[in-house]
């Protein structure tokens, strides 16, 4: 199934690590890093949830769930969670789907052949509260993802949908924000009290708290 920004992210009911989840129950009012991976007891696998489980409450201050998935079962993913917390020097708290017949990895075009038949590529899927699907990313086997992108990339959505503006290129958060090109200057006047800066007509910043 080929998804697409916009779509809903579909629904799924799954045995995860913290028991069964329906994933539009589960993830009710909250935004979604739902993430795969190829395979548990492999390096940059470790290293990946690891870093999700640190990040723990940055995901939590940006009111974001982790779910994590592999082609594990959930007796391969609580033994590989003690490895993860041992050699990553944290407690992983979030639940990782068990995906052994590639079902849920199917359903979201995980499954690269070119790659593996068996085993998921490294997706990322953020979903909104609404169950949009707003951003996707796919890295290779190979390669692992950066958080701070990842972490970046919800902040900036949240802040465009608060604000109804646009971030720039390597935007973090207290840079300047881009005005849509669909804001006249006329509306941008009352919707950006605060100013903006017009460089060209089509590239106008301002600031947001
Ligand atoms: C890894 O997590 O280290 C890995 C898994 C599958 C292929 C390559 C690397």
Redesign the pocket.
């Known amino acids: 199934m080929t998804l697409r920004i916009g779509d809903i992210a579909p629904d799924f009911a799954v045995t995860t690590t913290k028991g069964e989840i329906a994933l539009h129950d589960w993830s009710k009012g909250s935004w979604v890093f739902f993430f795969s ?3 548990d007891f ?5 290293t990946e949830m690891g870093r999700t489980a640190q990040l723990a409450d940055q995901f939590s201050a940006r009111n974001t769930k982790p779910l994590g998935l592999s082609t594990d079962s959930v007796a391969e993913h609580l033994k590989w969670i003690e490895d993860v917390n041992h050699t990553q020097d944290t407690a992983l708290n979030f639940p990782i789907v068990a995906d052994p017949d590639c079902e849920i990895a199917q359903l979201y075009d995980m499954i690269h052949p070119n790659e593996s038949n068996t ?1 998921a590529v490294r997706s990322v899927f953020i979903i909104d509260p609404e169950n949009r699907i707003r951003l996707i990313m796919t890295y290779p ?2 390669v692992g993802r950066n958080f701070d992108e990842i972490l970046r990339v919800i902040d900036a959505l949240q802040t465009g949908d608060a604000h109804k503006i646009a971030t720039p290129a390597d935007w973090t958060p207290g840079k300047k924000v881009i005005i849509p090109p669909s804001i006249s200057s006329e509306d941008a006047k009352e919707q950006f009290p605060q100013g903006f800066e017009e460089i060209r007509p089509y590239l106008r910043y301002t600031e947001v708290a």
Do not use: G, N
């Not at 492999?42 to 470790?46: G, K, N, S």
């Open positions: 991976h190829p395979a492999t390096p940059v696998c470790t085993a086997m190979s």
